[in-house]
């Protein structure tokens, strides 16, 4: 019957950190590549900035005001998509950092 040694489960510990390090990394640029370049976000804009054209052309203020914050409210969720894509890869490279300083540790 195989044991596990305690040098095993290091080993464990330190691949499972490394995985899920490239893993966050992986998914954190996929969001922030994803969710700039959407195609609905586009076509959201490309028509705030339309109806904020009717609206300056017929002079209806309410229109002009609620578009330019419909496009504020865009760019917030923008940026918060590219926070939680910075704090994924952040959190990768931590998590591989750690692995690295686990296996020097072992191999001490």
């Known amino acids: 019957m195989n044991t596990i ?3 095993m489960l290091v080993m464990a510990i330190i691949l499972s950190f490394f995985v899920l390090g490239n893993l966050a990394i992986l998914a954190g640029i996929i969001i922030l590549i994803s969710r700039i370049t ?6 959201i804009t ?18 002009v005001g609620q578009a330019s914050t419909l496009l504020n409210s865009l760019n917030d969720l923008i940026r918060s998509m590219a926070g939680v894509g910075v704090t994924l890869i952040i959190f990768g490279i931590i998590l591989n950092i750690l692995a690295v300083l686990i296996a020097f540790q072992l191999l001490r």
Not at 38 to 43: G, R, T
Not at 46 to 63: C, D, F, M, P, S
């Open 5 to 7: 040694t305690p040098q």
């Open 38 to 43: 959407s195609k609905e976000m586009k076509a």
């Open 46 to 63: 490309t028509q705030t900035n339309r109806l904020i054209q009717k609206g300056i052309a017929e002079e209806v203020a309410g229109l």
